[in-house]
C-alpha cells in the first residue's frame, strides 16, 4: 500500500455492523514473504478489482475494532489500528491514539 501498486478496499459499517458499504480498490499485485527472508512483489494476473474480504470477515473485523474503539478512549481519540489477516483469524498487531506526548 504505501509504494501505491496495491489501492486498498475501503469498507464502511454502521455501529449495528449492518450491510457494509464498500469501495473496491485496484490490486495489481501482493507483496509476499520470500522464503530466504525478506519479501518481493508478485503481479496479479485477473484479480485487480476483487472484494479481498468476505462480509462476514468486514463484520469480524467490525467488531474487533469496536472493542478496541472502546477499550482505548471510547472514541474521545482517534485510534490508529494495525492488524493481520491470515484466510480465517483478524490478530491485533498494535493499536493505540498515535499521538506522543512531550512533556517540556
Known amino acids: 500500500m504505501v509504494s501505491g501498486a496495491v489501492e486498498p478496499d475501503e469498507y464502511r459499517l454502521n455501529y449495528w455492523c449492518e450491510e457494509p458499504?464498500?469501495?473496491?480498490g485496484r490490486k495489481?499485485?501482493?507483496?509476499?514473504?520470500k522464503i530466504t527472508g525478506g519479501t518481493e512483489f508478485v503481479e496479479s494476473v485477473?484479480?485487480?478489482?476483487c472484494q479481498v474480504l468476505t462480509?462476514?470477515?468486514i463484520r469480524k473485523l467490525?467488531?474487533?475494532?469496536?472493542?478496541?474503539f472502546d477499550s482505548l478512549?471510547?472514541?474521545e481519540?482517534?485510534?490508529?489500528?494495525?492488524?493481520v489477516f491470515d484466510?480465517?483469524?483478524?490478530?491485533?498487531?498494535?493499536?493505540?491514539n498515535g499521538v506522543a506526548l512531550v512533556h517540556f
Open 87 to 96: 484466510g480465517e483469524n483478524f490478530t491485533l498487531v498494535q493499536a493505540g
Open 77 to 83: 481519540l482517534h485510534q490508529d489500528i494495525e492488524w
Open 28 to 33: 495489481e499485485g501482493k507483496t509476499i514473504a
Open 62 to 68: 467490525a467488531l474487533l475494532i469496536q472493542r478496541i
Open 46 to 49: 485477473g484479480t485487480t478489482k
Open 73 to 75: 478512549g471510547a472514541g
Open 21 to 24: 458499504e464498500k469501495r473496491i
Open 55 to 57: 462480509d462476514e470477515n
